[in-house]
């Protein structure tokens, strides 16, 4: 679905450049919710705007469902990131004039989507966030987890194929972010999406099925996360 | 150790037999740790030889006598000095800690690969402690005990990946 082959990405003019990413090479399931830990600069991000096609790679191809997308012009771009990917921040980054509905129906206003559809495909997303009763609310009405789960219902409006959630838990208590990554991770096992997160919190990557593990703009370790093998011990009498 | 004062903790609140202590402390340790009837009535004939708890014989018909099992003054006692009391820090607790003693014995390489399988544990532990919370209702012993060790595996996962990121700069 999405595959990455030797993406570099470097910032700034010679000789002042900065390596933000080097030489990555992944691929991406659907049905699988991965997250990218790592610490601050190590590339998290970076890669996360790249596969979203919010930002190019210096060098490398980016194959979206065997396309190569590094020979798109911008508009081309800007087009598929509003079909295929629905994006999901920390701060939540809905706006504050507008009801819950009316931001889910912001996406709508960028796709070719005919208008009288909008509605119910918003009610729909936020159906499936369990926030419908919250339509006609304003974001500072609701709760950290409730304007997240809004959020979601507007990456969700599009239908797109892929989620990628930058710090998705970093404003809400632990009750809350385990709530939202397990409607994120529902989105992968029962909608077939592939999901990204970018997190730094232990338990929000633990629920995961796969963990990638950055260091200076490199991927460290690549793993599954089983937890069906763990056994636990008690002491010995 | 911990059975001893467990049972002493169950015999706090009512007269007990050996199977109902049995029993009574697997459902405090969330049927996670098992004891046989050998320990049991070790356990049992322990306390009672240092004067914590003391029994008595209760007549049954169709089946043999029960033993029925109370706390004494000194068992109460007993059992509030342990509560009370500071714990020592076990500087050793697991495994891992005796493979770092091990750590400058060892290939640097084979050091690192000891450390990131310990990292992949941390994360199963967590995912796996997560889940096993879920099912738990809100607020119980059974809950919090699993969130302390969600703490410390969320604590151990920061730690060991800190090690891993320090230990390949050193290459």
Known sequence: MIELVNITKIYGQKPHTVKALERITLQLKPNEMTAIMGPSGSGKTTLLNIIGCLDSPTSGEYFLDGKNTSRLDLKAKAQLRNEVFGFVFQAFNLLADKTVLENVMLPFRYSRRPRREWKQRAMTALSQMGIADLAQRYPDQLSGGQQQRVAIARALANDPKVILADEPTGNLDSTTSKEIIDVLKALAEKQGKVVVVVTHDGMVASQAHRLLQMMDGRIIDDSQIDSDSVVFSHPSV | ?171
Do not use: C
């Open chain 2, 1 to 171: 150790m911990a059975v001893k004062h467990l049972f002493l903790a169950l015999l706090s609140q009512k007269e007990l037999h050996g199977y109902e202590l049995k029993n009574g402390f697997e459902n405090l340790a969330g049927g996670r740790w098992p004891l046989n009837f050998g320990q049991v009535y070790q356990t049992l004939s322990r306390l009672e030889r240092d004067g914590l708890i003391e029994s008595y014989e209760v007549a049954q018909t169709d089946k043999p006598d029960k033993k029925v099992y109370r706390l004494t003054k000194a068992g109460r006692e007993h059992l509030s000095e342990w509560l009370k009391a500071e714990d020592n820090w076990n500087l050793f607790f697991d495994e891992l800690a005796l493979k770092m003693l091990a750590f400058e014995l060892i290939d640097p390489k084979e050091a690192l690969e000891i450390l990131r399988s310990y990292r992949s544990l941390t994360l199963r532990v967590i995912k796996s402690l997560t889940q096993m919370r879920a099912q738990k209702p809100e607020n119980t012993t059974p809950a919090l005990l699993l969130e302390r060790n969600i703490y410390r595996a969320e604590a151990d996962l920061k730690w060991v990946t800190n090690m891993i990121e320090r230990w390949q700069k050193h290459d």
